[in-house]
């Protein structure tokens, strides 16, 4: 067990319980737009906690922060408060990634991460 992957998304829903406010985990990817299109669709939820792991940087294959930017578009298009709660993200060494972050980021209406490099990171786009 990722007891580090288990904790990212269980925080999430322990604040729902705190909140009183019903919460659900979505079976949609989040790499996959269609899929949170339909989810959104079937569950008209009023937010969205874009909950992932270390899958922002230029040491990842591009396609994931492309298919992310698609699917918190999707998000936003629905009208939903979208926030961001990563495990780390960067660095971003290179133009393309660069420059999916600097598309992607401003979509979230909030971003946490968990160090400092992350939060230089963000920072730096």
Known sequence: CNYGDRLMYLTPMQQCE??????ILSPASPYKPGDIKKFVE??????A???LGYAFG???D???MKNS??????LKKAGLHVSLLPQAVGPFKNK??????RQLFPLF?????????????VKSV
């Open 49 to 51: 906690w874009y909950v």
């Open 109 to 121: 209406d909030y971003i946490a991460v968990r160090d400092a490099e992350s939060v230089k990171a």
């Open 69 to 74: 930017k698609e699917g918190v578009e999707v």
């Open 96 to 101: 393309k990634t660069q420059s999916l972050a």
């Open 58 to 60: 230029s040491t990842f």
């Open 18 to 23: 705190r909140l009183r406010i019903q919460c």
């Open 42 to 47: 079937e569950s008209r939820p009023d937010a």
């Open 62 to 64: 591009n396609s994931g």
